[in-house]
């Protein structure tokens, strides 16, 4: 009986397992270079994003991983505003193959902290006075696929 429960406690702890333990914005900064003049501009701005993704291993299986957007708005050489926001999150990560646990990292996750870096985005941008910033869903595999590409293509 009692290797009985030693197996299956053993077949537990190896069982692939996969966790939110906190999100959290990182780093949140707004810039209005230009304020209040810009107040008063009635050209159109045009928007632009950047994107990025950071993982760091803070115990075993525990990671954080941080994707942060930055946004600019600009009307000509001005910029009209912007904003970046790091959202973070700790996620438990256990018994996943190593290639499987890379795809998580860079898909899985910054899919789970994209929504609240959209929603963080449009409330500061509305509390600083413009019109709300809605940014498009990301598609986060193929950003991976993209990456994972890239070194091949300067090898050959």
């Not at 600019?72 to 700790?90: C, H, N, R, W």
């Not at 795809?103 to 994209?114: A, E, G, M, Q, Y």
């Amino acid at each position: 009986m009692a290797e009985n429960d030693l197996a299956q406690q053993a077949a537990q702890d190896q069982t692939p397992s996969f966790g939110i333990e906190k999100i959290y914005i990182k780093d949140l900064s707004l810039e209005i270079p230009h304020a209040p003049q810009i107040f008063i501009q009635r050209e159109a701005p045009q928007v632009g994003i950047e994107l990025s993704n950071a993982t760091t291993q803070i115990d075993e299986g525990v990671y954080q991983v941080v994707t942060t957007v930055t946004v600019t708005s600009k009307i000509e050489d001005k910029t009209v505003f912007l904003v970046e926001v790091a959202q973070a999150g700790i996620f438990q990560v256990r018994n996943i193959p190593a290639e499987n646990l890379e795809v998580i990292l860079s898909v899985t996750c910054p899919n789970i902290l994209f929504p609240y870096i959209r929603e963080a985005v449009s409330d500061i941008v509305v509390r600083a006075g413009f019109p709300p910033v809605l940014l498009n869903p990301i598609n986060f595999e193929a950003l991976y696929a993209q990456q994972k590409q890239q070194p091949e293509a300067t090898t050959h």
